[in-house]
């Protein structure tokens, strides 16, 4: 009997240390299978959402402020709430809340957590139609469709989810509008599923930039006529790092591309360009072979880039046809060598005085 008693508290020491690593194993797949509220809402197709929120005072701030106001977020399955969230709202941007009756917003997911960066994981920025017309309603499709253009070039990219929105003014001018939307995946969501981190240096050269990933990203710009972005200044433009290798730059807000047409899009006045459906290469100079390699992967891809257009239904056959033509001339561009030199060889950032 003596030998049964000695071994029994290495049982139950053995029990304790099997019963903590089971609890260890459950924890670790419980928060590997944590899914982001992004990620959430892709799981809806179509995504029905209504936001409730005082857009009356949003509306009302001077454009030099934004505000957190409280609000809720509501998705929808026909006449029943799938799932609520309670949200901060903001209004964001620059342009677009001066021309736009409703501006682009900011939702946080955790409105008690402190910190107002972009690299908040439920921070997403919610792009809608600026005002109550087709116009704006296409404009959005337009837009959505820009990133899913990229999204076919590479995963270095902005994922986005699209949704039909309607908002619940509970301010002093309390009606509900309507508008098709688009939610922009975080920064830190990019980070995550690209297993880099954010990375925000004080200055940015495209000399320490991966150069295939930046070429990718200076050619996509130029097929959809978008000169509304800066590496210098970092506008429109994020940047990942890999813990071993070189940065990225990942561009977002193409409303101003010649793809999407926007009505208040104007060229900037130092680029040499009438208006923004012309193209204008801003990548840093290559060799024209280097740029022809660049292309290879373009010309591969071209039937799936021109297809995705087929894959937004809301945009109107008019539209559709109109961003298909656009993208076109583009690949007619660049399967005719004297063009590329003469637009993409010739004319680079190293030849901008």
């Known amino acids: 009997m003596a030998p049964t008693r000695l071994l029994r508290p290495r049982v139950v020491l053995l029990f304790v240390v099997l019963a903590a690593t089971l609890q260890l194993v459950a924890q ?102 600026c005002n109550e017309n087709g116009e704006s309603a296409q404009l959005v499709q337009r837009e959505a469709l820009m990133y899913r253009l990229y999204n076919q070039l590479t995963d270095q990219s902005f994922q986005i989810q699209t949704a039909r929105l309607s908002v619940k003014n509970t301010g ?49 710009q130029y097929m959809i006529g978008n000169t509304d972005w800066s590496l210098r200044s970092k506008h429109n433009m994020r940047m990942f790092k890999p813990e071993d290798g070189l940065p990225i730059a990942v561009p977002y807000d193409f409303d101003y591309s010649g793809a999407v047409d926007a009505s208040y899009a104007v060229a900037h006045e130092r680029i040499p360009i009438k208006n923004v459906r012309e193209r204008y290469y801003m990548g840093r100079c290559r060799s024209e072979d280097v740029i022809q390699q660049r292309l290879v992967e373009f010309r591969q891809k071209k039937a799936a880039i ?7 239904p809301e945009l109107e056959k008019n539209d559709r046809r109109a961003v298909r033509q656009y993208l076109e001339s583009f690949f007619e ?21």
């Open 28 to 129: 670790t797949n419980q928060s590997t299978t944590h899914q982001s509220i992004f990620q959430e809402l892709q799981r809806y197709d179509p995504l029905v959402i209504t936001l409730e929120t005082d857009l009356s005072a949003i509306q009302d701030e001077p454009d030099s402020i934004a505000r957190w106001h409280k609000g809720v977020l509501l998705v929808m399955q026909a006449d029943t709430i799938a799932h609520r969230y309670n949200v901060s709202v903001k209004a964001r941007g620059n342009m677009r809340r001066k021309y736009c009756e409703f501006p682009p917003l900011k939702l946080r997911f955790n409105p008690e957590i402190p910190g107002d960066t972009l690299e908040d994981s439920d921070d997403l920025k919610l792009v809608s139609a």
């Open 172 to 220: 002093k001018r309390q009606k509900t509008i309507e508008r098709p939307a688009f939610f922009i995946e975080s920064a830190a969501e990019v980070a995550q599923r690209l297993d880099m981190s954010p990375y925000n240096p004080r200055v940015i050269s495209s000399r320490s930039l991966d150069s295939v990933s930046y070429d990718r990203m200076c050619i996509f």
């Open 306 to 312: 021109v297809s995705q257009c087929d894959t937004m």
């Open 333 to 353: 561009l660049i399967n005719n060598p004297n063009q590329v030199k003469q637009n993409m060889v010739d004319v680079c950032e190293g030849q901008k005085k």
